[in-house]
């Protein structure tokens, strides 16, 4: 059993940033590759991004490519997300998860199994 706990969203103007934490809790999230997804209201839940277990292998969704980066610590059980470069259209509550198969190209939902709770973020134009 995992369970992950999102933090640091909150509400930007357009061109701002925000630094997004995802704290798990278990002795087994270094060996979860880990994803970030993002639920627009009305819209269904989509692809952030993933990195390895080991954290050199990260993968985007083309729409954040170039302006959103994640990173791990394993040593403190706790996956980030930067957003840089804000949009109006990257409002959405934020899901960390994770990947028992340890892959980083899955964008599938239904490749994860634990979730957490979900931080909102807001942009304003």
């Known amino acids: 059993q995992v369970q992950l706990v999102e933090s640091g969203g909150g509400k930007v103007?357009?061109?701002?940033?925000?630094?997004?934490?995802?704290?798990?809790?278990?002795?087994?999230?270094?060996?979860?590759s880990m994803g970030w997804f993002r639920q627009a209201p009305g819209k269904?839940?989509?692809?952030v991004a993933a990195i390895s277990w080991s954290g050199r292998i990260p993968y985007y969704a083309d729409s954040v490519k170039?302006?959103?980066?994640?990173?791990?610590?394993?040593?403190?059980?706790?996956?980030y997300?930067?957003?840089?470069?804000?949009?109006?259209?990257d409002t959405a509550i934020y899901y960390c998860a994770t990947n028992p198969?340890?892959?980083t190209t899955d964008t599938d939902v239904a490749a994860f199994n634990y979730w957490g709770q979900g931080t909102q973020v807001t942009v304003s134009s």
């Open 13 to 32: 103007q357009a061109g701002g940033s925000l630094r997004l934490s995802c704290a798990a809790s278990g002795s087994t999230f270094s060996r979860y």
């Open 44 to 47: 269904e839940r989509e692809f």
């Open 66 to 79: 170039g302006r959103f980066t994640i990173s791990r610590d394993n040593a403190k059980n706790t996956v």
């Open 81 to 89: 997300l930067q957003l840089n470069s804000l949009k109006p259209e």
């Open 101 to 103: 198969r340890g892959t």
